[in-house]
DNA sequence: CTGGGGATGGGGCCC
DNA sequence: GGGGCCCCATCCCCA
């Protein structure tokens, strides 16, 4: 575990990438636009975590029904495996297996904006709820008041039913249709305990259908399809399969409706059956799936996996000193760092770049105003680490955001 | 302490 | 499918 960087406790075959389609580069405007299945998601995985450990968290407000996510919550390790009976060394990735198991709906996430930190030093797992909250939303998460999902979405084989409207767009296929199966699933959990996962707003109540129109079926490509098979539906009638086509019966008669894998050709009566298979069972969906020999990651296709392969691997190393990267790009970066050359150059001023980053966020500080912004004071920074340092230094609008 | 530069990592997209 | 590139993010360091 590298100090410093983000654990993930979603699951990343199927969630990362699709939800990253058609929102290339937007990973702030991800959380922006979609503050309602953020906060949803991390509400669900801090309650759930802490049922799971009934742990003294070193911020244990943030745990309470009536909590305040607007806090990272830091969560023991030892208190989490000791809660899942696993060793009390397993690791954060071991335990992320094991949620990714028992605990499926807390892989609803957005890549690496719904993350949890792991921090080494003190061995605790952080929600990261305090910094991507302050950084990319205009309000503070609060919990609460009203219910937002229907239990039945979050209860094993239930979540036929349910007739709850999502965007496509927002649902790995492992995301809140699956199956809770855990034997240390918490109490609530069992039965409507997402009811007292209702979130709230400082502008009201959250809901959990598609805030952007644009973004919703703008996507005709193809590639941009995530839908959950037996997520996104809206109706028993209107089914949709993973390419976000109408998953219809067949053999339908009066009596019962047979739902039809396309994958493997077997029915079931009822739908949640055939989600049920093609979530867990039918092996052609399986196969989809390519795990990581070096780690825990999956990816959903050979290509994404072996450029992942190659961040275990390092191909690429430097002649002049040895150190290994990745990709030949990120080596010809360093390379520059022997040669000097600084192909970047600042129109506005003499200076230049060996990267295009950099160059980059020089260029802010010529702008009189800077891309990052407080919502509070409207001080702009030329990077978001000093707009975070601001907020976290104490803007008084910040503070009196955050109640 | 703040602001900025240097270096690097990683996923996605395009060709 | 792979290489190259883009963009975002982050850490470290220094003035």
């Known amino acids: ?37 953020y906060a949803t998601s991390q509400y669900q995985s801090l309650q759930y975590l802490h049922s799971l450990t009934s742990a003294k968290c070193l911020s244990p407000q943030n745990y309470s029904p009536n909590g305040d996510l607007s806090k990272p919550a830091l969560i023991p390790l030892e208190a989490i495996n000791s809660s899942l009976r696993l060793s009390p060394s397993s690791s954060p990735h071991h ?19 719904a993350n949890f930190g792991y921090n080494e030093n003190k061995n605790v797992l952080t929600s990261p709820s305090l ?15 009203t219910p937002i999902l229907r ?5 094993p084989n239930n979540y036929s039913s349910s007739t709850l409207e999502t965007s496509p767009r927002h649902h790995s296929r492992h995301a809140v249709v699956s199956p809770v199966h855990s034997e240390y699933r918490p109490q609530y959990l069992s039965s409507n305990w997402s009811e007292h996962l209702p979130l709230k707003t400082a502008n009201g109540s959250l809901n959990i259908s598609s805030p952007t129109p644009s973004l919703n079926g703008s996507d005709d490509s193809g ?7 037996g997520s996104v539906v809206s109706s028993e009638s209107h089914k949709m399969d993973k390419n ?23 029915s079931y009566s009822t739908f949640s059956g055939l989600s049920k298979h093609q979530e867990f069972h039918c092996s052609t969906q399986t196969k989809k799936a390519f795990s990581c ?36 790009w990120l080596l010809q970066g360093h390379i520059r760092t022997h040669t000097g050359e600084k192909p970047f150059q600042c129109e506005f001023c003499s200076r230049a770049f060996a990267d295009r980053s950099n160059l980059r966020a020089h260029l802010q500080t010529h702008s009189d105003v ?9 001080k702009t920074f030329s990077r978001m680490s000093l707009l975070s340092k601001h907020e976290d230094g104490g803007c008084a609008g910040a503070n009196h955001r955050v109640q």
């Open 293 to 328: 020999k070096h780690c825990e990651k999956v990816y959903v296709s050979l290509g994404a996996l072996k450029m992942h392969i190659r961040t275990h691997t390092l191909p690429c190393k430097c002649k002049l000193c040895g150190k290994a990267f990745s990709r030949p």
């Open 131 to 145: 910094y991507y909250q302050n950084r990319h939303l205009d309000y503070p998460i609060s919990p609460p008041q």
């Open 370 to 378: 800077k891309k990052y912004s407080c919502k509070t004071c409207s």
């Open 1 to 37: 575990m590298i100090k410093g960087k983000p654990f993930d406790l979603s699951i990343k075959s199927h969630s990362h990438r699709q939800l990253n389609i058609g929102l290339k580069n937007e990973r702030t405007k991800t959380i922006q636009e979609y503050p309602n299945l």
């Open 223 to 229: 590639r941009g399809s995530v839908h959950s098979r």
């Open 95 to 113: 335990i992320s297996r094991h949620l990714q198991s028992t605990a499926p709906f807390m892989t609803f996430g957005f890549g690496n904006c």
């Open 244 to 266: 976000g086509k109408s998953r219809k019966p067949v053999n339908s008669d009066a009596s019962g409706t047979r739902y039809h894998c396309t994958d493997c050709n077997k």
């Open 151 to 155: 239990s039945d979405r979050l209860v």
